[in-house]
């Protein structure tokens, strides 16, 4: 097997199938890689032009002297099995192809991906797609999307990887990752994936040193044995977070018109991917919420947690939604709960939770955030803030992020419900402090979860970090 | 039993315990009424001061010559009970008490509370509270809220109204309703509701002409009873969407501390809710999702829905929830299908969904959503649109805003997953042509099922519209 390193950091990209029309798919590629940032060559391919957003055109591309190492087919489908061929006989180990019109319409499309397979065992060629947006890689900035950057924000280079079947669901979440400052490290979208599929891009980002988290999204799977096989291994060197849509008996019927995979029974897959380590979430929005938690915090020693915050109302929110998942409201130390008391007003609700009410300030945030987690018996905390009370200063940002940076050994989740500003103070704090922020208390304990369910999965295979 | 109309509509509004110091509760609230545009008179009352935010200030609630007709309390809990007695004297009949430190901290504040109590009973004085921030009135913007509006975004008036037992939940559901636009005819944070409780708001807003729809938020049922007994009532006239927190052991011991309310069993009142015509949601997320569609869409004939949109990926995903929730994707007239079949490239997929895929225009997106309204089987439209795809005009807002407008009486939800991009354009789609948007599938899928449970109620009890 051929390492898929050629779609990351190719030296020369070609580009099949570029109009000269701006808003056709091979043009906006073009465009894109060219504003990506992108330092390697980009040829792009047109039998008439000679000059597409100044660059030299090619009229094959068997006319391209030098070496190319990845190609990009954004051509009708019915042409794409000949360009296939010509890019294997040029020496070229990377194809994406992004046009549809395969598997996904019937027998017609099936037969043009059959013949294009036939390629790839004849001649080793890797393809990613067709029917796909291909590959973004954070870090050598090569870029295959077809979205203008106007539109979908290219994130910058981080830890957390994307392997997504759907477009809409891959790119999606990569542009809410750009929107809220988590890094990426490589995105891929192999739609109908005639060859690169899941098991193949999950082991190449097992070894990828900078992916440190891999988010997966799925409609079908090739082979589930491999798939299990690899996913157990990688579990245990990398977090690996896993949505699977065509759930259903309609899901999976508009999976067989739309990636052509199918589907299977979600039980079966519920319980296969418990079992070999994989964390399930079952939206695009849940999968950002767990990436969060796990690009920033650290593994939790239990499932013990305390609620600390300015409003009683998401406390009880919090509460709630703790008992629905298992984690545990513990008792707070009898030292913790006294030099507390010492301090507070009699209004301020001293427990688990611990109610700040609407007279807060920074300092009374600072001082019970810091005392549970000094508080041996507190393993995680969830912090709720009501950012619109009068009395709470912006400087509450700043101590909360230096309590936070003393205690990286237990992981803080925070909940604010609110618009604009309660948004933006949200967003602030997460950029300073790296506390993962949520619109609502559920949405906080449902990610603060999914870390627990690792840091268990670590202990019961005999590890603790990572 | 007094009307509560003096909250929302009073001529002279006296604020108690109001410093001079911005930042503390009853300066805020003194700041925010006259900034709100509220029209009548307002008495700051302070011992001291001569004159607070420009206005004459008096040293006791007996030395306002003039009427009063609602009277805000911000001082300590423990002078409360004198102030309302202050107030019944003076005549006053509504009054709001933000004051928290009341029976939510132990036997001391329960005594003040009863205290309280006594004197409502005395002399039929009504109080919203304590320990809440009381109401907002769109209309007549009279405003008892602390919270800055440079913080907690004030809305404009329209037909929802939001009664809360907790001040975050609230108003956070207000903010976000601000943000996004959504008309609100009252607020109302009850707290731990000494008088005025969830009963007696709600048989309130069942005769307000302004409002239509009522979103409640609950942490346990004074007498449940007779609220059921309302409940059952309103739900006949307009739809009430329920919240209900303190839904488990830590939830139900959190409230006790909280606002004192006994949480009860949750299966009892998902079922109790369910026989009166309550729609319930679970999270104040849900419940800005499920009031939009209701503020904004009318009601479907029945489960039969179709999904449209560019996004295969998506399609799998809202199908996937709509087995979820019980609704029926319908096989599409065969007319409908011919006709797309006639006009639309190969790629195209034409079923349910319909996937439009990445080479979408703003006219097939147009073509394929006026057929789907057409069809006499679709009762109901899913949009799923990617709005970073190249070619995708702009225009095909105002495009969909026609189509949308001339097929009134079927309901249309849409979802747009991704970042600023996408946020601001589903934003303007959902301003410009009233069809509510959301970030998943998932949600939009779950909003719409909420009102197909709306339209089976009202032709279970033989009422067909509103």
Redesign the interface.
């Known amino acids: 097997v051929l390492s898929l390193s050629k779609f990351f950091n190719p030296e020369a990209v070609a580009v099949i199938g570029v109009s000269r029309t701006?808003?056709?798919?091979g043009y906006?590629i073009v465009k894109n890689i060219l504003q990506s940032g992108y330092k390697g060559k980009v040829y792009p391919v047109n039998p008439i032009a000679r000059k597409i957003l100044g660059l030299r055109t090619y009229p094959a591309i068997s006319e391209i002297t030098q070496s190319v190492d990845l190609a990009v087919i954004a051509t009708r489908?019915n042409t794409t099995p000949g360009l296939v061929e010509d890019c294997a006989k040029k020496g070229i180990k990377a194809v994406v192809i992004?046009t549809?019109?395969f598997s996904?319409?019937g027998p017609?499309?099936e037969e043009l991906e059959s013949a294009i397979s036939r390629i790839v065992e004849e001649t080793g060629i890797r393809i990613v797609g067709p029917n796909c947006?291909g590959v973004f890689d954070a870090k050598t900035r090569v870029d295959t999307i077809?979205?203008?950057p106007?539109?979908?924000?290219r994130p910058s280079f981080g830890s957390v990887a994307i392997v997504?079947?759907?477009?809409?669901?891959?790119?999606?979440?990569m542009?809410?990752m750009?929107?809220q400052g988590v890094g990426v490290s490589k995105f891929v979208n192999y739609g109908n994936r005639c060859d690169v599929n899941e098991t193949d891009l999950l082991e190449y980002l097992s070894d990828d040193v900078d992916t440190k988290l891999i988010t997966m999204?799925i409609?079908g799977l090739k082979n589930g044995r491999r798939f299990l096989e690899i996913a157990r291994r990688v579990s245990r060197i990398k977090p690996v977070i896993i949505m699977k849509?065509?759930?259903?008996?309609?899901?999976a019927?508009?999976?067989l018109?739309?990636?052509a995979a199918i589907a299977g029974s979600d039980v079966i897959y519920s319980t296969a991917f418990r079992q070999v380590g994989l964390i399930r979430v079952?939206?695009?929005?849940e999968m950002l919420d767990v990436a969060k938690v796990f690009a920033y915090q650290s593994m939790p020693r239990g499932r013990g947690v305390a609620?600390v915050g300015n409003?009683?109302?998401?406390?009880?929110?919090a509460?709630?939604a703790?008992?629905?998942f298992g984690l545990v409201?513990v008792q707070l130390a009898d030292e913790t709960i006294k030099s507390l008391e010492g301090i507070f007003p009699?209004?301020y609700?001293i427990?688990n939770?611990i109610?700040l009410?609407?007279?807060v300030t920074a300092s009374s945030i600072a001082q019970s955030l810091a005392a549970v987690l000094d508080d041996r018996n507190v393993e995680s905390v969830i912090l709720?803030i009501?950012?619109?009370?009068?009395?709470l200063e912006s400087s509450v940002i700043d101590i909360i992020g230096k309590i936070a940076a003393s205690h990286r050994e237990k992981p803080i989740v925070l909940s604010a419900?609110?618009?604009?500003?309660?948004a933006k103070s949200s967003a602030s704090l997460e950029k300073k402090t790296g506390i993962p922020t949520y619109?609502?208390p559920?949405?906080a304990v449902r990610a603060l979860h999914a870390l627990v369910q690792r840091s268990e999965f670590l202990r019961k295979i005999g590890r603790t970090s990572s």
Chains 1, 2 share one sequence.
């Open positions: 701006p808003g056709k798919l906006e489908a992004t549809g019109g996904e319409i017609v499309g947006v077809f979205d203008p106007s539109r979908l924000e997504a079947q759907s477009a809409t669901i891959g790119a999606g979440l542009d809410w750009a929107q999204h409609e849509t065509g759930r259903t008996e309609y899901g019927k508009a999976t018109s739309h990636s079952m939206t695009v929005e609620i409003s009683g109302g998401a406390a009880i929110a509460a709630d703790c008992q629905d409201l009699s209004h609700i427990g939770p109610d009410t609407g007279d709720l009501q950012w619109q009370v009068p009395l419900i609110g618009g604009a500003y309660v619109p609502t559920e949405r």
